[in-house]
């Protein structure tokens, strides 16, 4: 390469931060060796630019533009990151925009996984103080050029709603206006932040940015990508895992009017047409037979037998503590197992990607929670290099880690090559939930010992299949699955005697994925309704019997303390209806909930009341947190109630929300969140209320029924109450 054109391609730091752009001013708040010209460049407007991997671009108007790494997804993300970065920078929050990265792993990263990703309930937490930092440097080289142009000590301004101030003279100056000189200011190191008690932003409850367009119809899902000259596609997948297309009859299916072709590949057929209906119809209407393969024959009964006999065996020790053995002997002994089934994510937005390929490019509109996997996966089935593939994100219609996989894009593609033309390929329902990758099935081995109202010993053991061995390879070190024994290996209680090990089970034709939590759905859950049967084993308040080991654990005591107050726990309750409590710390955040369950003569159960408690650090946006904690709790409490993927013959047996039920309207009970007033550094709120809801509805309807379940979903059967 040419030196000069070398040298543009690649500026130095000092330059980037500096020079920004003409009429802009640019400020990386992390930058690569090399980028320029890389796959997966900033925006339109940044090109021969040194691209960060998030950045603040600040116009001639004022308008602050954050490139945004992470997919709203509907957690409130886009609104709360941008409110961190209007604290710092003292921007005004009515001229902030954002604009989604494009897919980069080495420009955009999540700073906690290390790959442009969203998922494990942590933007806010990873970009915290990334953003922070950004936004107080560059307030501070604004108003440095402010200070500049009035010839006064930068100390004596101050900066507020996009304006920079001088106290003494009352002079102001908009943002816009200081654009170019503050691109010649030098980048300030280590900048100062805004003490908590001075923001104006951070802790208000704000409006989220994506809330009009969700309410008047502008907003724009993956599914609702259109194109000119688009085609529509459906397809058919092997009803068994690892099946492969036998024969296809495609004669009635071409008979359909607006089916234009039926593609056939290896695992699966598609059926092309002008329109949704026409694909769908010419789908219902082929005649297809499968080669089953080894799967054919695999049942919900065969996996939970290997899975049961896979638990018995000593697994890889993941945390030991003092003398187990010892103190297990010794204390009043209680053992238990508990299992948790397969669920579908059953996103409200089914799996779509729309796909235009051309002889030397491959355009992709779709919605997902890990870019740069879509475009490696479309790059790898193309044959094509990484920058002739654009990924455009959207709005993601419920995602809850389904979309952390980049399979339904793969498929896309391969159905695209064979289109002439853009087209738009969509799941059915059925397909989407009959080929999901599944939260694991679960079983857990717990022996516990007690002495004096407290526990001296804990044994615990996880049996199921590794996600990450599949998904991020080497997160998988020793036979440790990190996620599976997170909430396992950081219990919140005072136990001198601990030890947690893990035993990976791989179950046979069933692929497993992230489900909104994952390793502490399972660990929480078996964890607290162990806790509920401790306390009345120890004869004890389960509320107190927790708060008596959370001695070096204040912060989830508080939120004990506050949910019990707020619940109204102790206070007397008619036949057959109960309080149950869950306490946890996970994902960075304290919480405490309280479920109120009845339980009728049949064996069902009627939800009257959920009380939660949470202390998740600085709430950025309180208004988020409560919402998010709300649909959390509803998310988990439905699959506590109904969720349960089962397996005969190879296939999934549920299809759709008739099977797969969630929780209605009329059965969703009155949801009170208390958030606590915190100073420490935010924690993730998004996965809490799924893992909350189940471990206090069970142990809601054991202090209702006495009856102890060990296994979700409910078991009505065993709640019933037996006629005379």
């Known amino acids: 390469m040419d030196t000069r054109e070398n040298a543009r391609l690649s500026p130095s730091r000092r330059v980037v931060l500096k020079g920004g752009l003409a009429g802009m001013l640019v400020l990386a708040f992390h930058l690569p060796a090399r980028a320029a010209n890389e796959p997966g460049q900033p925006p339109d407007g940044t090109e021969n630019q040194f691209a960060p991997n998030a950045f603040i671009r600040i116009d001639h108007a004022g308008k602050t533009t954050l490139v945004m790494p992470q997919v709203e997804m509907g957690q409130g993300v886009y609104t709360a990151i941008a409110m961190i970065l209007a604290e710092e920078l003292d921007a005004d929050f009515t001229q902030v925009v954002l604009e989604h990265a494009p897919p980069n792993d080495k420009l955009y990263a999540n700073p ?86 001075d923001f104006t932003l951070i802790g208000q409850p704000l409006k989220r940015f994506d809330t009009p367009g969700k309410t008047n119809g502008k907003a724009v899902y993956g599914i609702d990508a259109m194109l000119p000259g688009m085609k529509f596609a459906t397809v058919a997948a092997s009803p068994v895992l690892g099946g492969k297309v036998g024969h296809v009859d495609d004669g009635a299916a071409k008979a359909v009017p607006g089916v234009q072709q039926v593609i056939v590949l290896d695992d699966l057929v598609a059926v ?206 020793n036979g440790i699955d990190i996620d599976a024994v997170d909430s396992a290996v950081d219990m919140p209680y005072d136990i001198p005697n601990f030890h947690v090990e893990y035993v990976r089970a791989e179950p046979r034709g069933v692929t497993t994925g992230f489900w909104r939590g994952v390793g502490p759905n399972n660990n929480v859950f078996a964890v607290e309704c162990f806790m509920d049967e401790l306390a009345r084993k120890a004869g004890m308040d389960p509320i107190a019997f927790r708060r008596g080991m959370l001695d070096k654990n204040p912060r989830l005591q508080a939120a004990l303390d506050l949910v019990a107050e707020k619940s109204d726990w102790g206070k007397p309750l008619p036949a057959r209806v109960g309080r149950g409590v869950c306490a946890q710390p996970s994902f960075a955040s304290f919480i405490a909930t309280v479920v109120e369950a009845e339980v009728d003569e049949a064996g069902e159960v009627h939800l009257r009341r959920v009380t939660s408690a949470v202390d998740t650090g600085i709430a950025v946006n309180p208004d988020t947190i409560v919402a998010q904690l709300q649909g959390g709790l509803v998310f988990g409490l439905t699959a506590a109630l109904f969720g349960e993927i089962t397996i005969e013959k190879g296939r999934v047996q549920q299809s759709n929300f008739n099977d797969y039920r969630m929780l209605r309207m009329d059965e969703v009970p009155p949801i009170e969140v208390h958030v606590i007033k915190s100073g420490e550094n935010p924690g993730g709120i998004g996965e809490t209320g799924a893992t909350a809801g189940p471990p206090a509805l069970r142990n809601a309807i054991y202090a209702a029924t006495g009856v102890a379940l060990r296994r979700l979903p409910i078991d009505r059967a065993a709640l019933a109450l037996k006629k005379a």
């Open 112 to 197: 906690v996984f290390g790959i442009q990703v969203t998922g494990n309930s942590n933007s806010i937490r990873a970009f915290w103080k990334p953003l922070r930092a950004a936004g107080a440097a560059a307030r501070a080289m604004l108003i440095a050029a402010a200070a500049q142009q009035w010839q006064v000590d930068p100390a004596s301004c101050t900066a507020a709603n996009g304006m920079a101030t001088h106290g003494a003279s009352g002079r102001t100056i908009a943002y816009g206006d200081l654009v170019d000189a503050a691109s010649h200011v030098p980048v300030p190191q280590n900048p100062p932040l805004k003490d908590p008690k």
């Open 272 to 477: 092309v047409g002008d329109h949704m209906w026409a694909a769908k119809k010419g789908l219902d209407a082929l005649a297809i037979t499968w080669d089953e393969g080894a799967n054919a024959q695999v049942s919900s009964a065969d996996i939970w037998e290997d899975l049961r006999a896979q638990s018995l065996k000593d697994g890889a020790v993941a945390k030991s503590v003092g003398d187990v053995a010892k103190g297990l002997a010794e204390g009043d002994r209680l053992d238990a197992e508990y299992e948790l089934p397969f669920l579908a994510h059953a996103t409200m937005e089914p799996q779509n990607c729309t796909v235009h390929l051309t002889p030397g490019a491959c355009e992709i509109w779709t919605g997902t929670q890990i870019m740069s996997r879509v475009q490696s996966t479309a790059a790898a089935v193309t044959e094509l290099p990484l920058d002739k593939v654009t990924v455009h994100n959207h709005l993601i219609g419920g995602g809850f880690g389904r979309r952390l996989e980049p399979d339904m894009v793969a498929s896309a593609v391969r159905i695209a090559q064979h289109v002439d033309g853009p087209v738009k390929v969509v799941w059915t329902r059925e397909e989407d939930i009959q080929h999901d990758v599944y939260r694991p099935a679960y079983r857990d081995v717990i022996s516990a010992s007690l002495s004096g109202g407290k526990i001296v010993a804990w044994k615990y053991r996880v049996t199921g299949s590794s996600i990450l061995a599949r998904w991020l390879p080497p997160a998988f070190q």
